[in-house]
């Protein structure tokens, strides 16, 4: 089984300033990692994932994630802000291989609000 | 537009009066999905299906029913909806049976059950 937390249920940051949304994970096999974003009324977007290969992972609207694996974290950053990144993201992870339902597990969300 | 619809998006209804909320993909995409949304648990996986005629149980599958008559629709089956059922639902769909493909999600439907 696969969980995941993120431990800030809520960030807030100013405009253009940098910030960081933390994600560690727990299981028992390999897992892919993936970031959601959920503006509001809307449904989740993928902004990234990490598979293999390089672990600095690039994503849409400029955001990146590192993924570590003695840590088990696969933090998301982004250098400078802007107000429409307001949204709730989410970390989620899936097991290597076919089978298991493809079940994403997602963390229980961080609310970025980005002020002026 | 490659697109997941759900319908209805908005749903207030009573206790035990049966409900199906709509699921539907035009990326012909075999695997289909519906989870639930509740403030400080993130998404939890209900029922999933592979493909036609072929499906299975999440996390959290009790109160729920599903079917897969045909590749695009996936239907979200409430028999007798109780209180503890209110949340967001999320439909979502990916190509193929590789976890490593991305899920695409539809709008939501927020039900309430008074």
């Known amino acids: 089984a696969q969980s995941v937390t993120q431990l800030d249920s809520q960030v807030p940051v100013f405009e253009e300033a940098p910030v960081e949304l933390r994600c560690n994970y727990s299981?028992?096999?390999?897992?892919?990692l993936f970031w959601y974003v959920q503006y509001p009324n809307q449904g989740l977007q993928l902004l990234l994932k990490?598979?293999?290969?390089?672990?600095l992972v690039k994503g849409i609207n400029g955001f990146e994630a590192e993924f570590n694996k003695s840590q088990t974290s696969f933090h998301l950053r982004k250098p400078s802000v802007h107000i429409s990144d307001t949204a709730e993201y989410f970390c989620?992870?899936?097991?290597f291989g076919a089978g298991g339902g493809n079940k994403l597990t997602f963390g229980t969300g961080t609310q970025l609000k980005v002020e002026l | 537009e490659a697109q997941v619809t759900q319908n209805p998006r908005y749903l207030i209804t009573v206790t035990g009066k049966k409900l199906t909320v709509t699921c539907s993909q035009n990326?012909?995409?075999?695997?289909m999905s519906w989870y639930r949304q509740d403030p400080g648990l993130g998404l939890r996986q209900i029922y999933y299906?592979?493909?036609?005629?072929?499906?299975d149980k999440g996390d959290v599958p009790e109160g729920y029913k599903v079917s897969r008559k045909e590749k695009r629709n996936f239907p979200l089956i409430l028999e007798s909806p109780s209180p503890n059922q209110t949340s967001l639902y999320f439909c979502?769909?990916?190509?193929?049976?590789?976890?490593?493909?991305?899920?695409?999600f539809g709008p939501g439907t927020r039900l309430t059950v008074l």
């Open positions: 990490y598979l293999s290969g390089s672990t």
């Open positions: 989620a992870v899936t097991p």
């Open positions: 990326m012909n995409h075999e695997y």
């Open positions: 299906s592979m493909n036609v005629e072929v499906t």
């Open positions: 299981s028992s096999v390999s897992v892919y």
């Open positions: 979502a769909s990916s190509t193929g049976s590789s976890s490593y493909n991305e899920q695409f």
